[in-house]
């Protein structure tokens, strides 16, 4: 968080604490010892630049051009972390005794492996049982304008790694060999086709995404011996990631395949359907820009997958 956010939050009279774990940086801050606690969450880190070049203004260096904020991070999300500070600096000028309390998350971790950054820090938190009631989380989730959509919950992520075994060989002696991907592309076929669930009110179907196939030695003689095939689930509350990994177990042992699958878990689906905090915010986006955001749970995952450990009224909103 910059200095001059630090500076801010003490003055208002926040307690600052910076938890570090590992090679991540993490600020945690609280005005206010009673609850229910209300928090705002985000994250200062980016994703890399790339070519410095092909950027139109430094990348590294906030430009203003007919009003819009040029940037990496202007929107995902140091522009919500400035929003939120100035937000609750005028709130506190003019609630100075105001109920409860408020509190400040901020990762340097959320764009990279998500290890050590908001995990973390809601380990800490609830292990002294300090926890959160309310969270707004300042991800962009508008898709034409600005606060026509707030993300009411998020779809649980679950990533295979899948190695499909043959035995190598030249390809002018088949029978000899054992080729992975001919074997493998039956089973990903019936793993594209499935129908895993149809979602419900809230979320979409379950989707089933290929990401990565990777086989062979680069030589056009030889047959491979073996094939490596990530895939990702997106999936609703309909389905539960031990089930998803045993029907795509069952699948893959129907096709008598030889493999090792690895599993990994970004995230369990979560929702916040209704309540005090998503009626709060409708209605400050629809006195403030005159429309009606729609309530959806599509798009990628958020560190709000991990404040919802609490089950709290988690919300993410656009600014």
Same mark, same amino acid.
């Given at each position: 968080?910059?200095?001059?956010?630090? +500076?801010?939050?003490?003055?208002? !009279?926040?307690?600052?604490?910076?938890?570090?774990?590992?090679?991540?940086?993490?600020?945690?801050?609280?005005? !206010?010892?009673?609850?229910?606690?209300?928090? &705002?969450?985000?994250?200062?880190?980016?994703?890399?630049?790339?070519?410095?070049?092909?950027?139109?203004?430094?990348?590294?260096?906030?430009?203003?051009?007919?009003?819009?904020?040029?940037?990496? !991070?202007?929107?995902?999300?140091?522009?919500?972390?400035?929003?939120?500070?100035?937000?609750?600096?005028? &709130?506190?000028?003019?609630?100075?005794?105001?109920?409860?309390?408020?509190?400040?998350?901020?990762?340097?971790?959320?764009?990279?492996?998500?290890?050590?950054?908001?995990?973390?820090?809601?380990?800490?938190?609830?292990?002294?049982?300090?926890?959160?009631?309310?969270?707004?989380?300042?991800?962009?989730?508008?898709?034409?304008?600005?606060?026509?959509?707030?993300?009411?919950?998020?779809?649980?992520?679950?990533?295979?790694?899948?190695?499909?075994?043959?035995?190598?060989?030249?390809?002018?002696?088949?029978?000899?060999? +054992?080729?992975?991907?001919?074997?493998?592309?039956?089973?990903?076929?019936?793993?594209?086709?499935?129908?895993?669930?149809?979602?419900?009110?809230? &979320?979409?179907?379950?989707?089933?995404?290929?990401?990565?196939?990777?086989?062979?030695?680069?030589?056009?003689?030889?047959?491979?011996?073996?094939?490596?095939?990530?895939?990702? &689930?997106?999936?609703?509350?309909?389905?539960?990631?031990?089930?998803?990994? +045993? +029907?795509?177990?069952?699948?893959?042992?129907?096709?008598?395949?030889?493999?090792?699958?690895?599993?990994?878990?970004?995230?369990?689906?979560?929702?916040?359907?209704?309540?005090?905090?998503?009626?709060?915010?409708?209605?400050?986006?629809?006195?403030?820009?005159?429309?009606?955001?729609?309530?959806?749970?599509?798009?990628?995952?958020?560190?709000?997958?991990?404040?919802?450990?609490?089950?709290?009224?988690?919300?993410?909103?656009?600014?």
């Amino acid at each position: 968080m910059p200095d001059t956010d630090v +500076r801010t939050a003490r003055k208002a !009279g926040f307690h600052i604490e910076w938890m570090v774990f590992e090679d991540t940086t993490n600020f945690w801050a609280r005005r !206010g010892s009673e609850g229910p606690l209300f928090a &705002f969450a985000g994250h200062t880190d980016v994703v890399p630049a790339g070519p410095l070049g092909q950027w139109h203004t430094p990348p590294f260096k906030p430009t203003a051009i007919d009003g819009y904020l040029h940037g990496r !991070g202007a929107a995902d999300m140091k522009g919500s972390l400035a929003a939120m500070v100035v937000a609750v600096e005028r &709130f506190v000028e003019a609630n100075p005794d105001h109920k409860g309390s408020i509190g400040f998350l901020i990762t340097s971790d959320e764009e990279g492996p998500f290890i050590n950054g908001t995990t973390r820090v809601v380990d800490t938190l609830m292990a002294r049982n300090e926890l959160i009631d309310m969270c707004i989380v300042g991800e962009p989730s508008s898709t034409h304008s600005v606060g026509d959509v707030v993300k009411n919950g998020r779809r649980g992520s679950i990533t295979g790694d899948l190695t499909v075994k043959g035995i190598q060989g030249h390809v002018a002696y088949p029978h000899l060999a +054992r080729n992975p991907v001919h074997q493998a592309m039956p089973a990903l076929a019936e793993l594209c086709a499935v129908n895993w669930d149809n979602g419900n009110d809230f &979320f979409p179907p379950t989707s089933f995404q290929i990401a990565n196939i990777n086989s062979g030695t680069g030589a056009s003689n030889v047959i491979p011996g073996e094939c490596l095939v990530q895939f990702n &689930f997106r999936f609703s509350t309909e389905s539960t990631d031990e089930e998803l990994k +045993r +029907r795509v177990h069952s699948i893959l042992d129907a096709h008598g395949l030889e493999y090792d699958l690895k599993w990994t878990l970004s995230g369990q689906p979560f929702l916040t359907d209704a309540g005090t905090l998503v009626d709060a915010v409708v209605a400050a986006i629809e006195e403030t820009t005159h429309q009606k955001p729609e309530l959806l749970t599509t798009g990628g995952t958020s560190d709000g997958r991990f404040i919802a450990r609490w089950e709290v009224r988690w919300l993410s909103w656009a600014r």
